[in-house]
């Protein structure tokens, strides 16, 4: 910061873009996906700027796989779209065009402008804490750098000539393994909120380090999650979750004071031994399989984290003389009405969480038919999963999961043997008394 500053006051402010070609960073189009080579080509093709931009860059330079490739251009969206026979422009606030190529679907944004533009035009609409509403201003690519969160996000890739376009030393701070902000941060974070959930997001799964200037704001600005709609917190989070890395972000989340507001119970559940270590198996078993390129789900997920705030106001209702089930039900209600105001969880996936924690008390019943109509349940594979997990972390006893495992497995016959003996009185079961036949002399009272 000193240095920028010396630097800005002597004059020596580098003025434009650093270019780098290919012998200086390594990167070749045949690194890019078909369909954002195929883009770019067909973009500049008819005289219009086409550059690959943002994580998918920053990722090639880290020598890691690209979630996605966008492309950004000097074309307007109705420009774009003719061009391609399977494109379509979405969004309100910013109208953009997903391009189809094959299976690939590429994202291609016009450049924007960072500044606001004179009144009378269609300008940014901010709140009174400077988070933007709307910001459908197009721009030049030196704007459209300027526009973006961190610096190691505004590198544009030219496949044409095979250069690196760098306007604000994203490159050095690659070398560094820093993440900083573009511009003032606090003004940032005021304009997005959700940027300093990125940042530790970003921070975390790149192994890069927050720069101090970045980060001195984020537990002063943190209020500011509470005016970001519940439904675009969902999306961040899950973005969270699932990066491969989701443990490391919750421990940073607390660093940063991030939590509150995000996942309100995450306190409460981290503060409980039991809960600390299934919350830490559960989230570490989510990233094994993310790394591991395998499926995860969401609602187990979610299930995991929310389970001992479920887990304690059952509990608390069964002392307080309510029926097991009832109070299970009863549980789930207000802890899923009290995390849904702050994180949008889609009802899909809360039906899901339901399921699952319904299932648990059923697993204490190894006999007779409910054993046998448990096992084949449809979530009955992710009930047991979750009820592995509760094992692993001394919730429930080892054998009771080693069981189940096993039974799961075993042929008919021997699930049979494996059924543990009825306990407790058998009810009787009531005669019904033969209604007489119609005409026919009703049975004398006894």
């Known amino acids: 910061m000193i240095k920028r500053f010396i630097r800005r006051v002597l004059g020596l402010e580098r003025k434009g873009p650093v270019r780098l070609g290919r012998d200086k960073h390594g990167l070749s189009a045949d690194q890019l996906s078909p369909g954002a080579r195929k883009v770019c080509e067909v973009l500049q093709q008819h005289g219009f700027a086409a550059c ?63 500044q606001v533009v004179p009144e009378g035009e269609a300008a940014r609409v901010q709140d009174p804490n400077g988070r933007v509403l709307r910001d459908n201003v197009f721009g030049s690519q030196e704007e459209d750098a300027r526009r973006r969160d961190f ?6 890739f030219d496949p044409a000539t095979g250069e690196i376009i760098d306007y604000h030393g994203g490159l050095d701070d690659l070398k560094r393994h820093t993440l900083r902000m573009i511009d003032d941060p606090e003004t940032r974070y005021r304009e997005d909120p959700v940027r300093m959930l990125r940042a530790v997001r970003l921070a975390a799964k790149l192994g890069l ?38 443990s490391a972000c919750l421990r940073q989340l607390r660093e940063e004071g991030l939590h509150h507001g995000l996942l309100p119970l995450l306190d409460v559940i981290l503060d409980q031994p039991l ?63 009290r995390q849904c105001e702050k994180l949008a969880i889609t009802r899909k996936l809360t039906a899901t969480m339901r399921e699952v924690w319904a299932l648990q008390p059923r697993f204490e019943h190894r006999a007779g038919q409910r054993a046998l109509r448990l096992v084949e349940t449809p979530r009955f594979r992710m009930g047991y999963d979750f009820l ?18 096993a039974f799961q497995e ?7 043997a494996m059924l543990l003996p009825e306990t407790g009185p058998k009810k009787r079961r009531r005669r019904r008394r033969k209604k007489p036949a119609a005409g026919a002399p009703a049975a004398p009272a006894e």
């Open 151 to 156: 610096t190691v996000n505004a590198l544009f």
């Open 410 to 416: 075993a042929d008919a016959e021997t699930r049979h």
């Open 209 to 246: 380090s927050i720069d101090n200037a970045t980060r001195a704001p984020i537990r002063r600005l943190a209020p500011l999650l509470e005016q970001v709609p519940p439904a675009r917190l969902f999306d961040e989070m899950l973005k969270l979750l699932l990066s491969g890395h989701a």
């Open 388 to 405: 592995a997990l509760r094992a692993a972390s001394g919730e429930v006893p080892a054998d009771l999961e080693a069981w189940w495992r």
């Open 275 to 337: 809960g600390e270590r299934f919350v830490t198996l559960a989230l570490a078993q989510t990233d094994a399989r993310v790394l591991e390129g395998r499926p995860v789900s969401p609602a187990f997920l979610f299930a995991a984290l929310l389970w001992h705030e479920v887990l304690q106001a059952w509990r608390a209702q069964e002392r307080r003389g309510e029926r097991s089930l009832v109070a299970l039900e009863s549980a789930m209600d207000d802890v899923l009405e």
């Open 52 to 114: 690959v931009v943002g994580g998918a860059v920053r990722d090639l330079l880290l020598r890691l796989p690209p979630k996605d490739f966008d492309v950004a251009t000097d074309a307007r969206p109705e420009q774009i779209k003719p061009l391609f026979r399977r494109a379509f422009m979405i969004g309100r606030r910013f109208r953009i065009v997903h391009v189809m190529i094959g299976a690939e679907t590429v994202e291609v944004s016009t450049f924007r402008a960072a």
